[in-house]
T-cell receptor, first 114, second 112 residues
Framework: GAVVSQHPSWVICKSGTSVKIECRSL??????MFWYRQFPKQSLMLMAT?????????EQGVEKDKFLINHASLTLSTLTVTSAHPEDSSFYIC??????????FGPGTRLTVT | SQQGEEDPQALSIQEGENATMNCSYK?????LQWYRQNSGRGLVHLIL?????REKHSGRLRVTLDTSKKSSSLLITASRAADTASYFC????????????FGDGTTLTVKP
């Protein structure tokens, strides 16, 4: 299957700082990528849909000014958590949509805000 | 809100036994996908089954889809300790731009 990478794998930051997470599709072009967050022992919750060349579509309840998404190219989407707080600590996972509607997931980024 | 529901929430079996997990959804789907997730890791895509398909196989995995009951099942045969993980179904709906809605997952423990 296709390969999606995320960087960094884990990050610890101080409250009030911003953190950028990258999601790359390594061997295919993805016009659509998705960002999820997952709390321990829970399922994935979709945060937003990232479309190349246009604004992201956010799910209800997700603050667009706090979670900035940029899909600058067909292989790269970034999620920036601005002014991070401890409650933003979570596992963030991206996925890229393939031609046949399947989704390929990145390995995830564990964010801890102290 | 999450529309997928999975049962059981947790399942513990002995190595060599079969494991069956079920997933239900609420509205018409384009496709349904099963994923596996090891603790603290990303998701691994297992099988995609389309709305016009009833059964698919991949190695020791068998997925069925019953659109009349709006349900799907994942069967793992001859389980191994390495199959220990959480398993999620994700349904993709006709009108939501390719988004997938995840079930709550089934935590499978295979005892050696």
């Amino acid at each position: 299957g296709a390969v999606v990478s995320q960087h960094p794998s884990w990050v610890i930051c101080k409250s009030g700082t911003s953190v950028k997470i990258e999601c790359r599709s390594l061997d295919f072009q993805a016009t659509t990528m998705f960002w999820y967050r997952q709390f321990p022992k829970q399922s994935l919750m979709l945060m937003a849909t990232s479309n190349e060349g246009s604004k992201a579509t956010y799910e209800q309840g997700v603050e667009k000014d706090k979670f900035l998404i940029n899909h600058a190219s067909l292989t790269l989407s970034t999620l920036t958590v601005t002014s991070a707080h401890p409650e933003d600590s979570s596992f963030y996972i991206c996925s890229a949509r393939g031609r046949l509607e399947e989704q390929y997931f990145g390995p995830g980024t564990r964010l801890t805000v102290t | 809100s999450q529309q997928g529901e999975e049962d059981p929430q947790a399942l513990s079996i002995q190595e060599g036994e079969n494991a069956t997990m079920n997933c239900s959804y609420k509205t018409s789907i384009n496709n349904l996908q099963w994923y596996r997730q090891n603790s603290g890791r990303g998701l691994v895509h297992l099988i995609l089954i389309r709305s016009n398909e009833r059964e698919k196989h991949s190695g020791r995995l068998r997925v069925t889809l019953d659109t009349s009951k709006k349900s799907s099942s994942l069967l793992i045969t001859a389980s191994r300790a390495a199959d220990t993980a959480s398993y999620f179904c994700a349904s993709s709906y006709n009108t939501n731009a390719g988004k997938s809605t995840f079930g709550d997952g089934t935590t499978l423990t295979v005892k050696p």
